[in-house]
């Protein structure tokens, strides 16, 4: 059976959209992507939801015409202030008998030691979103899984992601209300780092920064298992926002000046090189360098980039980079981007988060911004708990899910 799969990225600056499926063999085909420029969102928070609805569903219906299918769920991600992580540990006798009986470890021991793990407190206002094993110790001594070992304590040690209530309702009531199904939400850097990073670098310690419009995200990885994640409050916009700021000019004219002239790293002969800044109010067009441009736009992304270092090595625990560092999202794309981030972090082994080629008429979801859509299929392509929806008469379950979403909301209230 063919299954159909949607990553929705809703992000600060743009809605970006990939369908893809997924054969029998577990080969995965791009078949349609979309992006258009977001609205209804500050700073990775969904402040105005009948806007972003919209652009949700433009987004998705231009990807559905592209793929030749209509669709029915969509995996998302959250991301930024939103999320918040917190590391606890779980530990349970193997035997589930009880006693200190060395005994084989069985997945009914790795599940009791994870929901020990999931046993905190949680204020209110926050739900858990993941909880992702580091590593696991039987008496003490370490394996990557456990299970066939014989022993008398299991331990887990974890990583648990609490996300907003608030964002993730908004979310949800998003995707209801273009007339979709949100099947699952994931952490945006989890997800892109699942389509950039490979195995050895995973394994190795890498860390992945998500260049963002509104927060610069970052995850680390060590041994295959996330041990560290936060969230830097800037991005993109703040760096549109000093160009404004400096050169006097409206948001929009700052923006395109970036996209056109912008870069984080001169390369040599270019900081003479004319930059036409458009005339605003009736006035004529002025003229500068791209020296000018580039200086503001490299203090700001060395900040940014600055801020992220401080707390992974403040925080993360990880004393030594033996993988990569890869960068994500729509901020990766700037010239330039790859050589400041090697100043900052004192070493070469920095690259751009492309992902790889999984066909379609067309590639640009290789490029770093697309990296969490991409993700999110990549991650969620072997789910096939219930509800998993096949290509074939999409339309057709599309309205059945509606009509059970609608009674079992009905039951909720009675």
Request: charged letters at 25%; one cysteine or more.
């Amino acid at each position: 059976m063919v299954r159909t799969i949607v990553g929705l990225d809703i992000g600060t600056c743009w809605i970006r959209t990939v369908i893809a499926e997924v054969n029998a063999a577990d080969e995965v085909e791009i078949i349609g992507i979309s992006k258009r420029p977001s609205l209804g969102v500050r700073n990775g928070v969904i402040v105005n939801i009948d806007a972003t609805k919209n652009v949700i569903r433009e987004t998705i219906e231009a990807a559905e015409i592209i793929a030749g299918t209509t669709v029915v769920e969509v995996y998302t991600s959250i991301g930024g202030s939103q999320v918040t992580s917190l590391p606890s540990t779980g530990v349970v006798g193997a035997d589930p008998r009880g006693g200190n009986h060395e005994v084989e470890i069985r997945q009914e021991a790795k599940n009791r030691a994870l929901e020990c793990a999931k046993a905190v407190s949680i204020p209110l206002n926050e739900i858990l979103l993941h909880i992702l094993p580091q590593e696991y110790l039987v008496d003490g001594r370490e394996y990557a899984n456990p299970i066939g070992i014989k022993g008398v304590r299991l331990e887990v040690k974890t990583l648990l992601l609490k996300v907003s209530t608030s964002a993730f309702a908004n979310i949800k009531e998003c995707i209801t209300r273009a007339e979709y199904q949100l099947r699952r939400i994931t952490l945006k850097t989890l997800a892109a780092a699942y389509a950039t990073l490979r195995e050895d670098e995973r394994d190795l310690g890498s860390i992945l920064i998500d260049l963002g419009g509104g927060s610069t995200d970052v995850i680390v990885l060590n041994k295959d298992a996330p041990v560290f994640t936060t969230s830097i409050p800037a991005g993109g916009n703040r760096v549109t926002n000093d160009i404004s700021t400096v050169m006097g000019v409206p948001f929009s004219v700052a923006e395109e000046l970036k996209l056109k002239y912008g870069t984080c790293w001169l390369d040599e002969g270019e900081a003479d090189d004319e930059v036409i800044i458009p005339g605003v109010g009736g006035l004529p067009p002025e003229v500068t360098v791209k020296s000018v441009l580039s200086e503001i736009i490299t203090a700001r992304v060395e900040e940014i980039l600055m801020s992220a270092k401080k707390e992974v090595v403040r925080r993360s625990g990880l004393t030594e980079l033996r993988g990569t560092i890869v960068l994500a999202g729509g901020g990766a794309l700037m010239p330039g981007i790859e050589t400041l981030a090697q100043e900052v972090w004192k070493t070469t082994a920095v690259r751009i988060g492309c992902t790889a080629d999984y066909g379609g008429s067309d590639d640009s979801y290789r490029n770093a911004d697309f990296a969490t859509a991409v993700g999110l299929v990549l991650a969620n392509r072997n789910d096939d708990t219930p509800g998993a929806v096949p290509r074939r008469n999409a339309k057709k379950q599309k309205a059945d899910l509606k009509r059970s979403w609608f009674r079992s909301l009905l039951k909720k209230i009675n």
